[in-house]
């Protein structure tokens, strides 16, 4: 039975990597079509309504859009799909930002949905939005199961041999000072 737990974990990840992976391509189309540029626009700079109070005007005003902190977003659908990408196996993530159970990866997967496809590239990011939303609610289903992928199951045990490890340390210090 926990073979087909673990199987169904699997599968689960397999299928919200998939949903991150089709992220990161809208996520590459938008960037591709709204891609910040460093040239710097003066032919836009004019005086829309001159009048004795107009002192000054942005001319660089596109320019600062794109790289200022405006520019952001462009780049949101890009790094959240990367990321949810890297929770399949993640190498550096293990630490810090890989879900230990389907609970946290399905929240992760409604964030991606409402941050990074719904609202960018049109049909084809809210359709990848409502499939991660679909995806999200199945994982935050299956962690009320216990159900966990091969990597949840293998970083828990590390975890748990870790924590074995330090509290025999501690034992040995602890025994240590009481000779």
């Known amino acids: 039975m926990a073979r087909g737990k673990e199987r169904t974990g699997d599968i689960l990840a397999a299928v919200a990597s998939a949903t991150s992976v089709v992220t990161v391509l809208i996520g590459s189309i938008y960037l591709y079509w709204h891609f910040?540029?460093?040239?710097?626009?003066?032919?836009?700079?004019?005086?829309?309504?001159?009048?004795?109070?107009?002192?000054?005007?942005?001319?660089?005003?596109?320019?600062?859009?794109n790289w200022?902190?405006?520019?952001?977003?462009?780049?949101?659908?890009?790094?959240?799909?990367?990321?949810?990408?890297?929770?399949?196996?993640?190498?550096?993530?293990?630490?810090?930002?890989?879900?230990?159970?389907?609970?946290?990866?399905?929240?992760?997967?409604?964030?991606?949905?409402?941050?990074?496809?719904?609202?960018?590239?049109?049909?084809l990011g809210v359709a990848t939005g409502f499939v991660s939303i679909a995806v999200g609610i199945i994982a935050i289903i299956a962690s009320g199961f216990h159900i966990k992928s091969t990597r949840m199951k293998a970083l828990e045990s590390k975890g748990m041999t870790y924590q074995l490890q330090?509290?025999?340390?501690?034992?040995?210090?602890?025994?240590?000072?009481?000779?």
């Open 166 to 179: 330090q509290d025999e340390s501690e034992e040995d210090s602890d025994e240590d000072e009481s000779e």
């Open 68 to 123: 200022g902190m405006v520019g952001i977003p462009v780049w949101v659908p890009f790094f959240v799909g990367v990321a949810g990408t890297l929770m399949y196996y993640p190498m550096m993530m293990e630490v810090v930002g890989f879900p230990k159970n389907f609970l946290q990866h399905g929240i992760f997967l409604i964030i991606q949905a409402f941050f990074a496809n719904i609202g960018y590239c049109g049909k």
């Open 36 to 65: 910040p540029s460093f040239a710097l626009k003066f032919e836009e700079c004019y005086f829309e309504n001159p009048d004795e109070y107009t002192y000054w005007v942005d001319c660089n005003s596109t320019w600062s859009n």
